[in-house]
């Protein structure tokens, strides 16, 4: 078993190394963004260093990846994810994804008579996009006063004024993917390959 933990912990190393390189990353930056000084980092990078949860939980929040994902912790085999339901401002949000940093995902419910009729958009860093399941959710965007239906889309820079609510005063339930750096979501897809050499 020490074997085990004495492997793992001597990956993290080699790990930390290749996300800040792959995040194109300077170990000033990494200092500046964890507290941790660059001389530890460095050290932590050639494995001079053991690491250690005070050192790891920064870090793994930085690179926007998991404690688990850092260590090479192995596959629990369950892939289902027990987040609690958190209800602010009148709306039931519940965490779809445990990722630290990075895009965020909930499905929020709005109660029928949940929030109040009268908008009071606010601002933040941030970039949303929202997709509703049911019901019909009203969303004042600047300027705009639009109701989305099921199957409708809206994405924004939260930077903008923005309120949502039921636009009928009945419950609505919608996704919400959102990046508080401002990042978007974006698909990737592979080329199709066409046959030609």
């Known amino acids: 078993m020490d074997d085990d933990l004495d ?5 993290v190393g080699p790990r930390l190394r290749a996300l800040r390189h792959e995040r194109e990353t300077t170990l000033a930056d990494l200092s500046a963004a964890t507290g ?7 050290r932590l990078e050639s494995g001079s260093r053991r690491p ?8 793994a929040r930085a690179h926007g ?3 688990d994902e850092l260590v090479g912790a192995p596959p629990t085999g369950d892939p289902r994810i027990h987040l609690r339901p958190v ?7 519940l965490p779809l994804t445990r990722r630290p940093g990075g895009i965020q995902a909930y ?5 029928a008579g949940g929030r109040p009729a009268e908008p009071t958009p606010q601002t933040h860093e941030g970039y949303e996009w929202v997709y509703v399941l049911n019901g019909r959710l009203r969303l004042v965007l600047g300027e705009h006063d639009l109701v ?3 199957g409708e889309a809206a994405e924004f820079d939260t930077r903008v004024p923005h309120w949502f609510g039921p636009a009928d005063g009945e419950a609505v339930e919608f996704l919400s993917l959102f990046g508080a750096q401002g990042e978007r979501a974006h698909l990737r ?3 199709r390959e066409t046959g030609r050499s």
């Open 189 to 191: 897809a592979r080329p």
């Open 7 to 11: 492997q793992a912990l001597d990956a």
């Open 148 to 150: 989305l239906t099921p």
């Open 36 to 42: 941790i000084s660059v001389s530890t980092l460095s």
């Open 107 to 111: 499905k929020l419910v709005i109660p």
């Open 65 to 67: 990846v998991t404690l």
């Open 52 to 59: 250690t949860l005070e050192l790891l939980l920064p870090l």
């Open 87 to 93: 209800t602010r401002h009148g709306m039931t949000m």
